[in-house]
């Protein structure tokens, strides 16, 4: 281990506060962590700080210090309902007595500009930059300016600074009373399938099911990221670990809608052909959705379509050409695709100047780069049909983060913090702590570009949802960093500025008509309720979450105006929970050590008892004490979401006939498949399961009308293992 002096300790510590690293955190079990020092040594290092030993720390917090008097204004203010916060200026001393020359270029092309005299604001604070004494003065902006994000420059004595405002309604678009969902279901799009798409589920069929939840009386599809995946090697199925978040999956087209389809003698005949047959039914048979063979069947087709569409260097018109004005990064993205579809490895392993970003058209298949600007827009056409319409079904989610791999760490390399990996603590249902394996937004540089990126990731799932979930709202304040090399149990919070992410998240929502809710499950710092609730950020309710061995509070209140759910794709099933079989698969998998699983085994039963003792107290639940059994159980639990305060209750579709196999286990990339089980009924088969179907109708009926005495949710259910395929 490297020696060090307190000295040189306590300055590693202010310097890591300076930057925004905490240096002590509470856990989930509210116990305070105080990370070691090599974790901030390595954090800090991944933030940019050049700091080889523990010895330079003290320059580094001298150098620290002066940069933030260096800067001469903030690189993005809030201007909350149009109205500027005071501009806090930074200026040599010298300069406080002089007139400042300030210009906004609003997005629609207007220029304002003010001036203002220093020497007559008071000093708000002091302190020292690399060229001596400096002073702050808050200087008020004179306008109240129309939402959207408007370049500033200020000029002051030679001095030239730029910075982004960003001008936004102070809280989330919300629907009028009358148009709130009520009620949705929730099913990953590649698990739902029909005779129509056997392989796995695409856009036609998810408009299918948002039109039998409509008729149903819900206002709502939830279902997982439908982003870019890495392909075709090294290959992610995962939805939270995309290629891009600013491109979509073709795995999820309907090629047989997709543009031009039917004038295409050559894509039809591959559709039909013999070859094309026998690969789909052998996808089909499968229980589980293979990526690869179903991105290769769905690619053979709309290859020619690609090339039919381009033939000759025609467009398709207006509607190809806003769509690429509307989304500047597409083609950029299909040139990328293009490169690493033609040289079979991802960027890491190209040649420079590929890897640093530099593409010429020699450097790809051209072919390739207009397959992926086809399928982008194919895609585009179907979301805009999806959406369209008084109200947009659309549930999506905005995963956290994005491949190391892919477009997005490519093409912004400075903006992710390469060194380090995002996670989570160890907590009591994950006592190895989590990596999630993805490098996380390096706040600072993201400020630097006015929060371009995000506000593009969150424009591009806002243009076709009604609701879009924010995963792991938390990292709008904090975010949790893991050197590269080390454990979880060896990482840090990071801050974030969440004020200016909030700015732009409620912008976004407002121009495009979608509700914003917040994933706050899990450790959540008293701020970040408090944050959401000012700025109109629904937040989830999990019932899962919420049980108590204790039978007077065994479930936690619902928030008023959340989303509730009984659990998320990242929870085992309502069967599996009941039963306590995901303890045991957590053991197997080395997630829970055997002492804690006995411990939360115990637990379980408690919760199990009062939950059972709550319910029958509620009246939801018939017949004297005991083990009521999961299917029950679940109706009860429905009806107490349902009878909430909640404004949207989500019901796991896959929870209604008691499907024991989770979609995904966190922390198991390695060890289990994840991301690729398909639903066990077809869409035809379980629309029409009476069972299913009496239990949405009975929660649209409570949602409407509010409950009836001694309300229950359903019939009996059917027992799984009857309806196998």
């Known amino acids: 281990m490297t020696s060090r002096s307190g000295r040189e300790m306590r300055e590693l510590r202010r310097l890591a506060l300076v930057r925004g690293v905490q240096t002590s955190y509470f856990d989930i079990r509210r116990t305070r962590r105080i990370p070691p020092p090599e974790t901030l040594l390595a954090v800090l290092r991944a933030l940019g700080e050049p700091l080889e030993t523990f010895r330079d720390a003290p320059d580094a917090l001298q150098r620290a210090e002066e940069s933030a008097w260096n800067r001469f204004c903030p690189p993005v203010c809030a201007a909350w309902d149009g109205v500027p916060a005071p501009l806090a200026l930074r200026v040599p001393r010298a300069a406080g007595d002089s007139r400042a020359r300030i210009r906004i270029s609003l997005e629609e092309g207007k220029k304002l500009e003010s001036g203002c005299d220093l020497s007559r604001l008071p000093v708000a604070a002091a302190g020292k930059g690399a060229a001596g004494d400096c002073v702050e003065k808050r200087v008020p902006l004179p306008w109240k300016l129309p939402p959207g994000c408007h370049a500033l420059r200020v000029e002051l004595r030679g001095m030239r600074a730029d910075a982004t405002v960003v001008s936004a309604p102070r809280r989330a678009w919300s629907p009028p009373e009358t148009e709130r969902s009520g009620w949705g279901v929730f099913l990953p799009l590649y698990a739902l399938h029909s005779r129509r798409s056997p392989a796995g589920g695409d856009l036609t069929d998810l408009r299918s099911l948002a039109d039998w939840v409509e008729g149903l009386g819900g206002g709502a599809v939830a279902t997982l990221p439908l982003l870019s995946a890495c392909a075709p090697e090294p290959f992610e199925p995962s939805p939270y670990s995309p290629?891009?978040?600013?491109?979509?999956?073709?795995?999820?087209?309907?090629?047989?809608?997709?543009?031009?389809?039917?004038?295409?003698?050559?894509?039809?005949?591959?559709?039909?052909?013999?070859?094309?047959?026998?690969?789909?039914?052998?996808?089909?048979?499968?229980?589980?959705?293979?990526?690869?063979?179903?991105?290769?069947?769905?690619?053979?087709?709309?290859?020619?379509?690609?090339?039919?569409?381009?033939?000759?260097?025609?467009?398709?018109?207006?509607?190809?050409?806003?769509?690429?004005?509307?989304?500047?990064?597409?083609?950029?993205?299909?040139?990328?695709?293009?490169?690493?579809?033609?040289?079979?490895?991802?960027?890491?392993?190209?040649?420079?100047?590929?890897?640093?970003?530099?593409?010429?058209?020699?450097?790809?298949?051209?072919?390739?780069?207009?397959?992926?600007?086809?399928?982008?827009?194919?895609?585009?056409?179907?979301?805009?049909?999806?959406?369209?319409?008084?109200?947009?079904?659309?549930?999506?989610?905005?995963?956290?983060?994005?491949?190391?791999?892919?477009?997005?760490?490519?093409?912004?390399?400075?903006?992710?913090?390469?060194?380090?990996?995002?996670?989570?603590?160890?907590?009591?249902?994950?006592?190895?702590?989590?990596?999630?394996?993805?490098?996380?937004?390096?706040?600072?540089?993201?400020?630097?570009?006015?929060?371009?990126?995000?506000?593009?990731?969150?424009?591009?799932?806002?243009?076709?949802?009604?609701?879009?979930?924010?995963?792991?709202?938390?990292?709008?304040?904090?975010?949790?960093?893991?050197?590269?090399?080390?454990?979880?149990?060896?990482?840090?919070?990071?801050?974030?500025?969440?004020?200016?992410?909030?700015?732009?998240?409620?912008?976004?929502?407002?121009?495009?008509?979608?509700?914003?809710?917040?994933?706050?499950?899990?450790?959540?710092?008293?701020?970040?309720?408090?944050?959401?609730?000012?700025?109109?950020?629904?937040?989830?309710?999990?019932?899962?979450?919420?049980?108590s061995p204790k039978p007077e509070r065994a479930l936690a209140g619902i928030p008023k105006g959340s989303v509730a759910a009984v659990n998320t794709h990242d929870m085992p099933p309502f069967a599996s929970f009941w039963k306590g079989s995901d303890i045991d698969d957590r053991v197997s998998l080395g997630l829970l050590d055997p002492a804690g699983a006995v411990r939360e085994k115990a637990l379980r039963r408690k919760v199990v008892e009062a939950l059972s003792e709550y319910f029958r107290r509620k009246g939801r639940l018939p017949g004297k004490a005991g083990n009521p059994g999961a299917e029950r159980a679940l109706r009860a639990a429905l009806a107490h979401l349902a009878e909430s305060g909640a404004e949207t209750v989500i019901v796991g579709l896959e929870d209604l006939w008691l499907e024991p196999a989770p979609q995904n286990t966190p922390g198991t990339w390695k060890e289990r498949s994840n991301w690729v089980r398909k639903c066990r009924f077809s869409f035809e088969e379980f629309r029409e399961m009476p069972e299913v179907v009496r239990v949405l109708e009975e929660i649209g009926r409570i949602r409407v009308t509010g409950p009836a005495f001694g309300c229950t949710i359903g019939g009996c259910m059917s027992n799984p293992d009857r309806r196998r395929r």
């Open 243 to 547: 290629c891009s978040r600013l491109a979509w999956n073709e795995i999820y087209l309907d090629v047989e809608r997709a543009p031009g389809f039917a004038e295409c003698p050559e894509a039809r005949a591959l559709l039909s052909s013999a070859s094309y047959r026998e690969e789909a039914e052998g996808a089909r048979k499968s229980p589980l959705v293979d990526h690869r063979r179903l991105l290769a069947l769905k690619r053979s087709v709309l290859e020619p379509l690609a090339r039919r569409f381009f033939r000759d260097g025609s467009d398709a018109g207006e509607g190809y050409r806003r769509f690429l004005a509307e989304n500047p990064h597409i083609e950029d993205y299909s040139s990328f695709r293009a490169a690493w579809d033609g040289r079979g490895a991802p960027w890491p392993a190209w040649p420079s100047p590929l890897r640093d970003g530099i593409l010429r058209e020699d450097d790809f298949p051209a072919e390739g780069k207009r397959y992926h600007l086809f399928v982008q827009w194919a895609l585009h056409r179907q979301l805009r049909e999806l959406s369209s319409g008084p109200r947009k079904p659309l549930y999506l989610d905005l995963p956290l983060g994005t491949a190391y791999d892919g477009y997005d760490v490519w093409r912004n390399r400075d903006l992710f913090a390469l060194d380090a990996s995002s996670g989570a603590p160890p907590d009591d249902f994950f006592t190895r702590g989590q990596d999630w394996g993805f490098p996380p937004l390096h706040p600072g540089r993201s400020g630097d570009r006015g929060h371009a990126y995000f506000r593009a990731c969150l424009a591009s799932q806002m243009r076709y949802a009604g609701t879009v979930r924010i995963d792991h709202v938390m990292g709008l304040h904090r975010f949790f960093w893991i050197p590269k090399g080390a454990g979880p149990g060896e990482g840090t919070y990071i801050r974030y500025p969440a004020e200016e992410l909030y700015a732009v998240a409620c912008l976004e929502s407002n121009r495009h008509g979608t509700r914003v809710v917040g994933e706050d499950l899990g450790t959540v710092p008293r701020y970040v309720r408090p944050a959401m609730a000012r700025h109109g950020i629904r937040r989830m309710f999990v019932a899962q979450f919420g049980m």
